[in-house]
């Protein structure tokens, strides 16, 4: 299989934009951008070629992706214009003229939101999983669901009265609750009252009985058992409504004790400004008054919802017990080299460096290349950064063995990692009472490099095998997040990993880097001569070509120096999974430029980059690199991210012959960007064969990975010539 037809073929023709291309239209905004991300993780819900509660699972993502975008980008466009700050961003646009272009495009995505999970309500009742309403009990789900509430419900309840002397409650961010208009009986005595939907317990409870699987919204059952909570009254109205609050935290610069200082943080933030609301639509009006004016809301912040509330919470019912309505399962592999060294990840590193692609390889890898540390008795030294882990981290808990066995740690632990800070205080302090060295790096950079290093006494020497990750040290994501694992004992990589640590924990910046560009000191400054490089190749007549994936590009020296770079006659292709503030395509700025983002059964997530060096792509003479950094300011001015160049022959050419071309050689979940900023999916003819890297990934070994058998009979989809 190769990808001749697609490297061959011509780019689109330019399209022309009416607007002076020399200033800020040349840039696509980056939110607007963003909200067409969400959009095409929502049409994947629409998708029928993906299974049914695959589709739930996107039309679930897609609602937590958008309150994750309110609580942060749009709170903070918002706190802007409440201050009257004017300042625009690089596409010219005010905070306040963001805001407007948001609510309008979010608000019609929550209304396809609520057409979307119609249509796939209806295909889940035909397929034997129903959401019910209370009205459809019949008298024994009734009786079920009356000793469910008072044994696992009712004690988790706390009904609360709203007047004078019962003043109204705080809601917690992403707080769900119901607010009731309520009647004595006796003396038809007025009550409004809140019923806080507890988080606790599942938003869907399962109705045993009937055919299939049936499931009752929590607020259903609330509604459905008044009477015993406010006992005496009747119900006149009632509306469900649901909370999001400005979620970013700020650090004051002088603290002294980080750890203590994020704690108070994260209070702060649970009790930050509502920045929307969604409110049933048809809500009694004094109702919605109270509530909007006990929130300090104005009209723009309330969305009224004809539908489900919480449509994030559908995840629950991506059923384990369905598998006829999921993906067919996939199990990782091992890679066959350290198959052959049975299991020593050491001797499998030391025969030449592996680059393991997960989650087609499995991250087991990297848990048993700590965990042999920990044990490995002539291991007397590792070092690790830890951006975002799981709760029960097996990356933890080999730092910790390893500390508890005698081994000097260090862990570097990033505590603003966004709405994972918790987690990461508490795994600092697990590691500390370890015997751990744990340290938070900088105050104003986040520590977004994944760097391991292990060193080992190897007779006389002292070697240190590396591990630099595109993704983060999280075995959960690691299953469904597309990443790069390089494992290494190769020495310059080493010394650099080991610069790198020394500044984080000393604060020394490093000299020298032999084979390693870091933020905030080199790599933007790297990437840049290195366009730079391949612009000026193709003015002097040579072939000039740039492959490059990641998650998000709006960095704007950047895209300006990819926009040179085309004007050059330097052919870029780019993969990007969300944000792209470039704008590709267009007449006189990018003719040489074309950018799609993949959506489908895993979540791209590596950055990787290949320069033509001269030659066209693919090519071995290219210069590939791995990088933790999206080519965005956050990341190359105000993060520490490793940029590794690749030198091994044989991963190079699974980078550029696998992994690239098959994602410039997909087509069965490919989106193709405008110069407008638009995506349209990729089209095929009824029978023609579309390629999926996806499916390509799970069926063919990766070239490193390949042991005694070699890599001859490994699947490329390209030769790399010179």
């Not at 699987?213 to 259903?220: N, T």
């Not at 508490?426 to 060193?455: D, M, P």
């Not at 007549?541 to 020296?557: H, Q, T, V």
């Not at 040179?564 to 700025?589: D, E, F, H, N, T």
């Amino acid at each position: 299989m190769n990808i001749a037809d697609f490297l061959a073929a011509p780019f689109p023709a330019p399209m022309t934009i009416d607007a002076d291309l020399t200033g800020p239209a040349r840039f696509y905004n980056r939110e607007l951008s963003w909200l067409g991300f969400n959009w095409r993780v929502l049409e994947e819900a629409e998708n029928r070629r993906v299974p049914l509660l695959e589709r739930l699972r996107f039309l679930s993502i897609s609602a937590t992706n958008l309150d994750e975008f309110y609580t942060v980008r749009a709170a903070g466009l918002r706190e802007l214009a409440h201050a009257n700050n004017v300042t625009p961003s690089v596409d010219g646009l005010t905070p306040a003229q963001q805001l407007v272009l948001i609510d309008t495009d979010a608000r019609k995505l929550m209304d396809r939101q609520q057409s979307v999970f119609s249509g796939l309500k209806a295909e889940m009742d035909a397929a034997g999983i129903s959401i019910l309403t209370r009205d459809a009990l019949d008298e024994a789900d009734c009786a079920h669901l009356g000793d469910f509430f008072l044994n696992h419900v009712f004690p988790v309840l706390s009904p609360l009265a709203v007047d004078p002397a019962h003043p109204f409650p705080f809601i917690p961010n992403e707080g769900f609750a119901l607010a009731l208009e309520l009647e004595r009986r006796s003396d038809k005595r007025g009550l409004r009252a809140l019923l806080p939907v507890p988080h606790q317990i599942s938003r869907f409870v399962k109705v045993p009985g009937g055919e299939g699987l049936r499931f009752l919204p929590l607020e259903e059952l609330l509604l459905l058992h008044l009477d015993r909570l406010f006992p005496g009254y009747r119900m006149k109205g009632h509306c469900a409504f649901r909370v999001l609050r400005d979620s970013d935290i700020e650090v004051e610069d002088e603290a002294e004790d980080l750890v203590r200082e994020f704690e108070t943080a994260l209070k702060r933030r649970r009790r930050g400004e509502v920045v929307r609301m969604k409110l049933s639509a048809g809500a009694p009006k004094a109702l919605k008054s109270m509530i909007m004016q006990e929130l300090h809301l104005t009209d723009e912040e309330v969305v009224e919802v004809e539908g489900l509330i919480g449509i994030g919470n559908l995840s629950e019912l991506v059923l384990d017990s369905r598998p006829d309505l999921l993906w067919p399962p996939y199990s990782p592999r091992v890679p066959e080299r350290v198959q052959d060294h049975d299991g020593n990840m050491f001797a499998a590193i030391r025969q030449k460096d592996m680059l393991l692609h997960h989650p087609y390889e499995t991250f087991d890898m990297v848990v048993r290349f700590l965990s042999q540390a920990a044990q490995d008795p002539d291991v007397v030294a590792i070092k690790q950064t830890l951006y975002r882990t799981s709760r029960n981290s097996p990356i933890v808990d080999a730092l910790c063995e390893a500390a508890e066995n005698g081994k000097s740690v260090t862990a570097l632990v990033e505590l603003k990692a966004r709405f994972d800070e918790a987690a990461n205080i508490r795994q600092s302090r697990r590691l500390e009472r370890s015997g751990a060295h744990v340290v938070y790096g900088f105050l104003n950079y986040k520590t977004h490099a994944k760097i391991s290093t292990v060193v080992r006494r190897e007779g006389e020497a002292l070697v240190t095998y590396s591990h630099f990750g595109t993704g983060n040290y999280h075995p959960i994501t690691a299953r469904i997040y597309t990443d790069l694992s390089l494992f290494t004992c190769d020495a310059r990589l080493g010394r650099d990993a080991t610069k790198v640590f020394n500044y984080l924990s000393g604060y020394a910046q490093p000299e020298e880097l032999e084979n390693l560009a870091i933020s905030p000191i080199s790599l933007k400054s790297r990437l840049l001569e290195l366009i730079g490089a391949e612009a000026d190749n193709a003015r002097a007549g040579k072939p000039g070509a740039i492959w490059a994936k990641m998650n998000s590009l709006i960095e704007e020296d950047v895209i300006d120096a990819l926009y040179a770079a085309s004007q050059a006659g330097v052919k870029i292709s780019l993969v990007v999974r969300g944000i792209c503030g470039l704008r590709p395509g267009v007449k006189g700025l990018s003719e040489n430029i074309r950018v799609k983002s993949i959506v489908g059964r895993f979540l791209e997530h590596s950055r990787i980059v290949c320069f033509g060096n001269g030659a066209a792509l693919p090519s071995k003479k290219a210069r590939v690199f791995i990088s933790s950094a999206d080519w965005m300011g956050r990341n190359l001015l105000r993060r520490v991210e490793s940029l590794v160049e690749i030198t091994n022959a044989t991963v190079k050419a699974q980078i550029v012959s696998q992994i690239m071309a098959a994602n410039m050689a997909d087509v069965a979940q490919t989106w193709v960007m405008s110069g407008d900023g638009s995506f349209t999916r990729a089209t095929w003819a009824e029978g023609e064969f579309a390629f999926n890297c996806h499916r390509f990934f799970m069926e063919n070994p990766s070239l490193s990975g390949r042991g005694s058998a070699g890599a001859a009979d490994v699947p490329q989809l390209t030769h790399t010539d010179d």
